[in-house]
């Protein structure tokens, strides 16, 4: 099994930054790649970011593409999420996945709203 935990959310103005932390715990080591997940009110569960452990190798959804960072520390076993430039159209529940030899894990996700 591997946890996942979420930190970092928060009420900021538009045009902040917030920089989201998923720390994993647990056999980390059949994980090969986490991502950031976010879900707005009323609307589906939508892909944001992803990163291979391996390589340190980063995928981004054509939405947050130029605004957002995903990176990791593999040696805390932690993955962050930069976010600049937030618009009131990323209010959303943000989730930390990862994928694993044995399944695929998801955090309790971390609030993150966006004022106008």
């Known amino acids: 099994q591997v946890q996942l935990v979420e930190s970092g959310g928060g009420l900021v103005q538009a045009g902040g930054s917030l920089r989201l932390s998923c720390a994993a715990s647990?056999?980390?080591?059949?994980?090969?790649?986490m991502g950031w997940f976010r879900q707005a009110p009323g609307k589906e569960r939508e892909f944001v970011a992803r990163?291979?452990?391996?390589?340190?190798?980063?995928y981004y959804a054509d939405s947050v593409k130029g605004r957002f960072t995903i990176s990791m520390d593999n040696a805390k076993n932690t993955m962050y999420l930069q976010i600049n430039s937030l618009k009131p159209e990323d209010t959303a529940v943000y989730y930390c996945?990862?994928?694993?030899?044995?399944?695929?894990?998801w955090g309790q996700g971390t609030q993150v709203t966006v004022s106008s």
């Open positions: 990163i291979i452990w391996s390589s340190g190798s980063p």
């Open positions: 996945n990862a994928d694993g030899a044995t399944g695929g894990y």
């Open positions: 647990g056999r980390t080591r059949n994980v090969y790649a």
